[in-house]
């Protein structure tokens, strides 16, 4: 899967750079492999400013058997992965359209690393 923030920031270059540009929102993470969407990632924005990301829902046809991320190392250990917490504190940088800190977890290592 991409890294949903490496996805936006793309999204937030050139044209489309404008100061109410916003990362929130419904979005789909794509398979690195194969280019077919993965899973449905729900992006809110905290009372704190803050991004926080969610797996909404699973899109591949035939989701894996094991319903709970049991590689995780932290808090997320032996959790939904429907539900999981997949972006956090990411910050959008003053005075431009560019999201920036936080962490994220990365399916392919079930662990938590820094995004910037």
Request: aromatic letters at 6%; glycine letters at 12%; charged letters at 20%.
């Amino acid at each position: 899967m991409k890294h949903p923030l490496f996805l936006l920031a793309g999204l937030l270059t050139g044209a489309w750079a404008q100061a109410q540009m916003s990362p929130v929102g419904l979005w789909q993470s794509i398979d690195d492999g194969n280019g077919l969407p993965k899973a449905e990632i729900a992006i809110v924005q905290t009372s704190d400013g803050a991004l926080s990301g969610r797996v909404e829902r699973s899109l591949l046809p035939e989701p894996g058997a094991e319903p709970l991320c049991v590689l995780c190392s932290d808090d997320r250990r032996n959790q939904p992965k429907i539900g999981l917490e997949i972006i956090r504190g990411a910050r959008q940088t003053e005075g431009k359209a560019v999201w920036e800190g936080g962490a994220f977890w990365t399916p392919k290592t079930a662990r938590s690393t820094g995004c910037d």
